[in-house]
Nanobody, 120 residues
């Protein structure tokens, strides 16, 4: 049973930073082809992708809204994916979700989400 647990959210002032973590269990990251992503969902809005790192080559990509401010990384030895968020703005306020896409079986897994609030 694959489980993803996010942590690291909280209240931060505009211009501040947070690092989110997503710890995976139920499998060993190094033995599966997995694309890792972070999404967010603000009240009244659709869930949107904010960062992705590919299984092949560890290539990261970001939408323009967070490019240059957010960085996704992974540590296969710890079965953990991170999202470093800098220069946070009120528009970044949302629940942030970790996602794992397994190429084997084409399955998606989601964490429960962690709240990020950017406010003075």
């Amino acid at each position: 049973q694959v489980q993803l647990v996010e942590s690291g959210g909280g209240l931060v002032q505009p211009g501040g930073s947070l690092r989110l973590s997503c710890v995976a269990s139920g499998f060993t990251a190094s033995t599966y082809r997995v694309n890792w992503s972070w999404f967010r969902q603000a009240p009244g809005k659709e869930r949107e992708l904010v960062a992705r790192i590919t299984d092949a080559g560890g290539i990261a990509d970001y939408p323009d809204s967070v490019k240059g401010r957010f960085t996704i990384s992974r540590d296969n030895a710890k079965n953990t994916v991170y999202l470093q968020m800098n220069s946070l703005q009120p528009g970044d306020t949302a629940v942030y979700y970790c996602n794992a896409y397994f190429f084997f079986g084409a399955r998606n897994y989601w964490g429960q989400g962690t709240q990020v609030t950017v406010s003075s």
